[in-house]
């Protein structure tokens, strides 16, 4: 695994391109896709290569994609006070021969009174190549906002493999769906580090379900 210093990794370097299908051109610049958008990368996301024991967990995010963005808008009543979410995220490397992908878990504390949100990523994330499988540490913040049934949110944070360490940056954007709001979902891009500077560029889904009151 390549390192820049202690603060980046290429995940490129680290496990081999593999000529996969890129999702396709986005700049690191460009914001997250929204729940529409989010929609139609569910195909091409469901040709990832896992680990078996992570197939039904995959197939399930994108089934809960899928089914948000036909879902119901959610009643006014549901979109009041706070509510806590709790689900996964898949993204995949944009461009390039690689085809990694990250495939970790988020939680969300929303406040619809005051249109604000914030969270974190997951304790861990699991790197897929080829088959392959690892285990990383992540340790990233997620702030952003609410207005009426949508949200958009910032991510800033690191992932750690072993002793490799890598500045991670990113954003989320979605929308609440169900009568309940009982599902948030959306799309979500990630930057990380790259061992010559430039930041490795994802791009995915995300999807979560509401605490019960």
Known sequence: MALLGAAAFALSGCFGGSGGEALGG???????PDLAQASRLVG???DISVDADDAPRVGALLGD?????????????????TASYAGDFLVREVGGDGQESLLGDFALSVNFDDASLTGRLGETMIINNDDRRLIAATDADIT??????T???TLDGRITVGENVAAISGAMAGGFAGLGAETVAGGMTLDVDGDDGVPEPFEGVFAGDRAPR
């Open 26 to 32: 986005r700049s690191i610049d460009q914001q997250a």
């Open 44 to 46: 091409a996301l469901s």
């Open 65 to 81: 994609v899928a089914s948000a963005a036909r879902a119901e808008a959610p009643a006014a009543s549901a979109l009041v006070g």
């Open 144 to 149: 952003g906002t609410v207005d009426g049934r």
């Open 151 to 153: 949200m958009t949110a």
